[in-house]
């Protein structure tokens, strides 16, 4: 039997990078703003009984799944893996996704308390999952949401895995029910093999402030389920948002999460008081992301300065009324003849717009070769490959290589492969909006 600690809060800190110096009547101010969440439990760390999370599985269980057999055979032991990984006390469901949505267990509109009986209850029910029917995503969502709101949990999570395209739904249909879920629950996306849609199951993710993969191969599944679940139950904080606040005549261009992943977050702002709005970050563990906020402000003259942003994290009070921030870092700007300073570039700046070119440079060279334009392909793919090389994104120019041959990489000159695996391709586009972070120099 495990020792249980007294679980503990994270503790939330914010830095920011920027240069904050202008030319005369310069007006575009960028930083990076880092936030970073220590001293809560970690997914490995021995915590209290009645973990503070629900958590819903959706199996796709389509006809597609048993071609071949092993997707739906992977899918069932990959699904009791993330069972096994779940705390005791934590709230739990698992769905059958077809045409329609299914309650595997533990059924009747309810959510199961994991513990020994439950975790064997619910992997004795998988036995019965089979594959047949169709795929319409959305009703999955609908049912897990229902499943979600029906626990006071402060972690709302779920885990969403399909093989193949939402071709039973409506487009407008998805879109509408994934509005409706934004900020009630956040969700994990995995397409398993290569015949589901990359654009369909990030939108999922990235709409619910999730993570997408691919698992082109059914036997890895249960070590990606594992590694999901150990970070859903590794979260301590949920609703965590980035409040931006800008002074009279200032504007918020955008605000992008940049890493560990590429989030364009400036459409889901609420607003929140006078010249302040609140960005989703969701649930968070131990752990950092970095963010790139860019305020138009007022242009001014040589000597003056402002403050241009007040970036903080705030949690929603009792009945949504105001909370005191987490953390908060300020954004300036100074203007400057120095044309040394004004023209310098923040190296966190720097890199971060060079990660999101390269994330939008491969979606578009992918875009290009499947619309069979090879000069356009070979452009934004060579394009990727020198910025994949110049950040140190190996993890990217590996993916890049499987699908040109890198003749210089410093110089972005590629040829096009003639024959490229799904999977390789697929996986490339899945993972574009991975990024690293700054060199350390």
Not at 101 to 111: M, S, T
Not at 273 to 301: I, K, L, M, N, Q
Not at 411 to 422: S, W
Request: net charge neutral; with cysteine; glycine share 10%.
């Amino acid at each position: 039997m495990a020792n249980f600690a007294k679980p503990r809060a994270p503790r939330f800190s914010v830095e920011v990078y920027q240069n904050e110096f202008l030319p005369e009547g310069g007006r575009d101010v960028h930083a990076i703003v880092t936030v970073t969440s220590t001293g809560g439990a970690t997914a490995t760390s021995a915590r209290t009984p009645g973990q503070d999370a629900a958590v819903v599985i959706m199996v796709d269980c389509s006809g597609s799944m048993e071609y071949p057999p092993d997707k739906m055979r992977g899918a069932r032991e990959a699904t009791a893996a993330a069972i096994d990984t779940l705390r005791d006390g934590t709230a739990f469901a698992v769905i059958a996704g077809t045409h329609e949505a299914r309650e595997v267990y533990p059924g009747q509109g309810l959510l199961a308390t994991a513990g020994p009986a439950t975790r064997a209850g619910a992997k004795e029910a998988l036995r019965g999952l089979s594959a047949g029917g169709g795929t319409a995503i959305g009703t999955w969502l609908r049912l897990a949401d229902g499943l979600l709101r029906r626990s006071r949990a402060a972690i709302r999570h779920g885990i969403l895995l399909t093989d193949g395209r939402n071709e039973h739904e409506d487009p407008v249909a998805l879109r509408a029910v994934l509005d409706a879920c934004a900020g009630r629950f956040t969700c994990d996306a995995r397409g398993v093999g290569t015949d589901w849609e990359v654009k369909e199951v990030t939108g999922i993710a990235s709409a619910l402030l999730g993570s997408a993969d691919i698992v082109a191969d059914p036997a890895h599944l249960a070590e990606d389920f594992t590694l999901m679940m150990e970070k859903v139950m590794g979260k301590e904080v949920a609703d965590v948002a980035l409040r931006v606040w800008t002074p009279v005549g200032a504007e918020i261009r955008y605000v992008k999460q940049v890493s560990p992943s590429v989030q364009d977050l400036t459409g889901r702002r609420t607003e929140a008081g006078p010249r302040a709005g609140d960005y989703p970050t969701g649930s968070w563990g131990d752990e950092s992301r970095d963010y790139h906020v860019c305020v138009r402000v007022p242009g001014a003259s040589v000597g003056q300065e402002m403050l241009a942003a007040r970036a903080s994290l705030v949690l929603p009070g009792p009945d949504g009324g105001p909370r005191p921030p987490l953390a908060q870092g300020l954004v300036r700007a100074v203007w400057t003849n120095d044309l040394a300073a004004s023209t310098a570039i923040s190296p966190q700046v720097a890199h971060y717009t060079g990660q999101a070119e390269l994330a939008q440079a491969i979606q578009q060279g992918l875009e290009a070769r499947k619309m069979g334009d090879v000069d356009g392909a070979t452009a934004k793919l060579g394009r990727a490959v020198q910025l994949a090389s110049v950040s140190g994104n190996a993890d990217t120019a590996r993916l890049l290589a499987k699908v040109v041959d890198v003749v210089d990489a410093a110089a972005g000159t590629v040829r096009l492969k003639a024959k490229v695996a799904d999977a390789d391709e697929m996986t490339l586009e899945t993972r574009s909006t991975q990024t690293v972070r700054v060199k350390k120099t």
